[in-house]
């Protein structure tokens, strides 16, 4: 048997609204997949969460649910819902976007539904925008020009949809809801509304430069700020520039996406920039300082142990990347590479052959010493055997 939505969501048959969104949001951030990859309980108990809260939240879904239970919603119970309830096509893609829903705003709904009727249909889109920063850049931060066309407020009618002197009259099919209701069996289906077309208000005389939309293809020119410390695939969110509403509908969102480049010398790693450097090998050996670059474009000095070797690192703090929304900065990792010399000439190839036989291999090379003697000793014990 079906669990109760109420208990699914811990919540009272009398619970209000509020109960209701406050009780959901706290389990959803609980079971969401992205904080439980790989548990399918967790998963299936957020999908039985949503369904819940889909059905309560609609007052005409809840009244049909607290008459018939789960039958009201169920395939050829009379239904109109085939297949379960979908919500109403948003979602959440990511842990983040539930938080992005709950605090969208200006609606007042606080779910991110943009309301209800005529205004959710008046709303313009949201518009995403890929922008392309240096690594320099996400450092430091840093401010951009955007221009794209979308829609903008038609400037012959102000957004009002109707020629001069003409105003938009409340639709008298559907009373200014924008919606029509239809009966379907146990329930009461809203649709948009044919004669208004869902703006739930009608123009006798459209304006005849954006046929009564009240809203026209412009370019649009906008400075973005961008803050230090943006990572790869961060999103930044500009309010109220996206596509113009029609006929003075809110406005939808822009939505900023970053893209940061590779870099020629340093690679990020969060927050830690890493740094590979060649070191001669002589310098490796009998030590000494090398300058490094850092980020910010300043130069550091590194002191270079006697007997370094290949693929040592050396941490500098606190002169990586800056820390978004923060005023602290990672580490700069440097890995040392051990480079051999080439191209050597006559002198140079005597010189090393004459170190070669002054060496003391178990105390100048201890790895290469300690390596060798293990495999002897291994051959040994394989030839002791046969």
Known sequence: MAQDYYDILGVSKGASE??????????????????????????????????????????????????????????????????????????????????????????????????QGAHANNQGSDIRYNMDISLEEAFKGTSSRLKFNTFGTCDPCGGSGGEKGSKPATCTTCKGRGTMRFQQSLFIVERPCTSCGGSGQTIANPCRSCQGQGRAKKEK????????????????????????????????????????KQHRVFKRNGNDIHCRVPIPMTLAALGGEIDVPSIDGSHISVKIPVGTQHGQQFKQRSKGMSVLRGNMRGDMIIEAAIEIPINLSKKQKELLEQFNEDSNKEKNSPLTHGFFSKVKDFWDEINKDK
């Open 221 to 260: 020119n906008i400075e973005v700020k961008i803050p230090a410390g943006v990572d790869d695939g961060n999103r930044i969110r500009v309010s109220n520039e996206g596509e113009a509403g029609i006929r003075g509908g809110a406005a939808g969102d822009l939505y900023v996406f970053i893209s940061v």
């Open 18 to 115: 509020e109960e209701l969104k406050k009780a959901y949001r706290k389990q959803a951030m609980k079971f969401h997949p992205d904080k439980n990859q790989g548990n399918k309980e967790a998963e299936a108990k957020f999908k039985e969460l949503n369904e819940a809260y889909e059905v309560l939240k609609d007052d005409q879904k809840r009244a049909a649910y607290d008459r018939f239970g789960h039958a009201a919603f169920q395939q050829g119970g009379g239904g109109g819902f085939q297949g379960g309830f979908q919500g109403d096509g948003q979602g959440f893609g990511s842990f983040s976007d539930i938080f992005e829903a709950m605090f969208r705003g200006a609606s007042g709904n606080g779910f991110g539904d943009q309301g």
